[in-house]
């Protein structure tokens, strides 16, 4: 008896497992966005490489495993699977920052905090039950970030959150552009990667503003306070234009809401006269910092001044920058997606929302695959690109 035999086919990518997408409360407008993104890219490759097919569940109609995060009248919760997660690849969406998410508590509408969105992504994985082949964190937002490192007696909650998720089981956490990424020292023997949303931003700015030019003559970097240095170099550094920065001269004798006031922001670099201004942030608060910079420049002869932020929180609400900009103090924030925006704020006029769906779908097919992700983290020669098509066709206008 004789029996056919059929070649082999080699793979250069083969999948951890078969993905499943978990978006949390707050995370679904987001998560059906990356899910179509990730079909898409999926069909691409299926396009190039039909043989795929051949490992299950590599394209679906959808990646989301529903789930439900209920509430008990007092509060407490439990978190709960609708379909099965054995043997997949688990992709967790979460924002902490999502404020417009509510449950009921004594028969009060109680808006969820951080605390609340972490505890449900707690309970979630508590409901894989270990049967998941791996589970990554995708967390845009990082939980604590803002309390990364400890001053006196202080708790160092950040540092405890990670080293809780590694203890659950967590593999992978990413993030994008984390207060301080040194937090990652607290576990070393887990998956952590920072992605900063450059690409995107640029991408956004060339589309938007159509007469800017990116040259030292024409544009400037401006981190607003030292702790933004190392991410506003990394702009300057693409886009060949000088550097600026501010320090927050600060009231140590008096502490306000658990900090001590900033007195005046001090001015360090050359002239901004007559050139537009890129400032760049991680987080916008109560943006009264903000603010301040911008108007400082706007009075050092600052042509256009441009906002370049990750996460666009505004506590305070939007009042003050729609001030700003009919008083012409900003002419554009970009933001991303990757937070809660009120509707209030993506009608603003000054406000352009910076869509990161595709770029996370691409997270999620790349680290499924087991492959590097070096060319989603240094963007450089994607940038080089934009701007050289841009300049081209600035010359031909």
């Known amino acids: 008896m004789t029996f056919e035999t059929k070649p082999i086919v080699e793979f250069s990518n083969v999948p951890v497992g078969p993905i499943g997408l978990i978006c949390l409360q707050g995370a679904t407008e987001l998560g059906k966005q990356i899910d179509d993104e990730l079909k898409n890219r999926r069909i691409e490759n299926i396009d190039d490489n039909p043989d795929l097919l051949a490992f299950p569940e590599v394209y679906k109609d959808t990646y989301i495993i529903e789930h439900n995060c209920l509430r008990f009248s007092n509060g407490e919760g439990k978190a709960v699977l609708n379909s099965s997660a054995r043997g ?14 509510t449950f009921k508590m004594f028969n009060m509408d109680v808006p969820m905090s951080p605390d609340d969105h972490y505890q449900d992504l707690k309970r979630v994985i508590s409901s894989l039950s270990g049967k998941a082949r791996r589970i990554n964190l995708i967390m845009p937002m990082l939980y604590e970030a803002r309390q990364h490192w400890r001053n006196s ?60 030019d990116f040259d030292k003559e024409h544009l400037m970097v401006i981190s607003p306070d030292e702790g933004g240095m190392k991410r506003s170099l990394y702009y300057a550094s693409v886009l060949g234009v000088d550097l600026a920065t501010f320090y927050k001269r600060r009231d140590y004798t008096i502490v306000i809401n658990g900090r001590n006031p900033i007195v005046a922001h001090e001015f360090l670099g050359d002239s901004v006269l007559g050139k537009d201004v890129l400032i760049v942030e991680d987080v916008i608060a109560t943006g009264e910092s903000m603010l ?7 009075e050092r002869g600052a042509k256009r001044v441009f906002v370049a932020v990750t996460f666009s929180l505004f506590t305070n609400g939007i009042d003050a920058f729609n001030d ?24 603003a006029p000054w406000y352009c929302d910076v869509n990161m769906s595709k770029f996370i779908s691409y997270l999620i ?15 450089f020669y994607k940038i080089s690109t934009a701007l050289e098509r841009h300049r081209k066709e600035r010359v031909s206008l």
């Not at 900009?325 to 704020?345: A, M």
């Not at 097919?365 to 963007?379: A, G, R």
């Open 88 to 101: 997949k690849d688990i992709f967790i969406l979460v924002d902490i920052g999502n404020y417009s998410c």
């Open 153 to 212: 007696r202080e708790s160092l909650d950040c540092a405890h959150a990670l080293q809780e998720l590694e203890a659950l089981g967590v593999k992978n956490i990413l993030t994008f552009d984390a207060h301080d990424p040194r937090v990652q020292n607290a576990i070393p023997l887990t998956g952590f990667e920072n992605f900063h949303p450059a690409y995107q931003m640029i991408k956004a700015m060339i589309n938007e503003v159509k007469d800017i």
């Open 292 to 298: 301040d910079v911008a108007t400082s420049l706007k």
């Open 324 to 347: 700003a900009y009919r008083n012409g103090i900003i002419n554009k924030v970009f933001s991303t997606n990757l937070t809660y925006r009120t509707k209030e704020l993506l009608e």
């Open 365 to 379: 097919d790349t680290i499924n695959n087991d492959t590097s992700l070096n060319d989603l983290v240094k963007p």
